[in-house]
């Protein structure tokens, strides 16, 4: 199953947001996820028409899809908990139990990461300054090493061994998304916008190339099999940012 980022579609406090999404409570209540989503939306509906009418109730939905095996595109919806168990007010008692009792595993889950000393080590590699120091630090002592030449080379493989794409590819793509010009001013800036744990591994990876320690073909290896997981892990328990949604193209008229 492929799934886009999520979109936001209600309300919340700023900064991360953990959510269970509406695969996982149709399975957990034993629920068709067609009504599941066609619950969340009488819900969203009603949430809307209450703040409408100056209600200060918070609620956070985001919408996205996700691509089943046949190959379809289906909606999907992500919650965090106090919309989950909103939605929730409407099932019977087992199924609430059985989604509060996995948000208390969620809850348990985040304490023991963010506490663990690699996740401490790694969270500086998540923040866009110091990713931003490493690679003007990294490019510099490319372009002392070799010049323009290196520092491009070096760009051009911490993209491609993180992403599968040359920078030239992601630049266009964020190009054809009808992504800003000034969000766009490098393909490490277009990752930091849609890809946040890539490119906190390729931060970090910077940090090891930017005094010749190792080389980035070794680097990249290191934080793609050991640092992503974590990063990806951070950002799905919402300790970290979740990416930011692509832009949907508007039709000409």
């Known amino acids: ?28 209540t034993g629920k068709i996820h067609k009504n599941v989503i066609r619950d969340i939306r009488t819900m969203l509906r ?8 100056g209600s200060t109730l918070s609620f956070h939905c985001e919408s996205g899809f996700y691509v089943s095996e046949q190959g379809k595109q289906l909606p999907l919806y ?12 409407g099932y019977d008692v087992v ?33 866009r300054p110091k990713q931003i120091a490493n690679s003007k630090e990294v490019n510099s002592y490319n372009f002392s090493q070799g010049g323009k030449d290196q520092a491009i080379a070096y ?23 009808g992504v800003p010009s000034k969000h766009r001013t ?5 990752i930091r916008t849609f890809k946040p744990a890539v490119a906190s591994s390729m931060a970090l ?22 640092a992503l997981p974590l990063f990806q892990k951070m950002q799905e328990l919402g300790i970290t ?13």
């Open 155 to 177: 760009n051009r493989a911490n993209c491609f061994h993180h992403t599968g794409k040359t920078p030239h590819e992601i630049l266009h793509w964020a190009k054809t998304k």
């Open 46 to 53: 009603q949430l809307k028409a209450a703040a409408a009418d």
């Open 78 to 89: 992500w919650l965090d908990k106090n919309t989950t168990i909103t939605l929730l007010s």
């Open 95 to 127: 199924a609430r139990h059985k989604i509060i009792q996995r948000w208390q595993q969620l809850e348990e889950e985040r304490s023991q990461v963010s506490e663990s000393p690699e996740v401490k080590q790694l969270l500086v590699f998540t923040q």
């Open 241 to 253: 940012e979740a990416p930011k949604p692509v832009p949907q193209l508007k039709q000409a008229r």
């Open 1 to 28: 199953m492929k799934s886009t980022a999520p979109q936001p579609a209600g309300q919340s406090s700023t900064g991360p947001v953990r959510t269970m999404n509406s695969l996982e409570i149709a399975e957990l």
């Open 186 to 190: 490098s393909a490490k800036e277009v």
């Open 205 to 226: 990876a910077d940090d090891f190339c930017k005094t010749g320690r190792i080389g980035i073909d070794e680097a990249s290896i290191i934080c793609k099999t050991h």
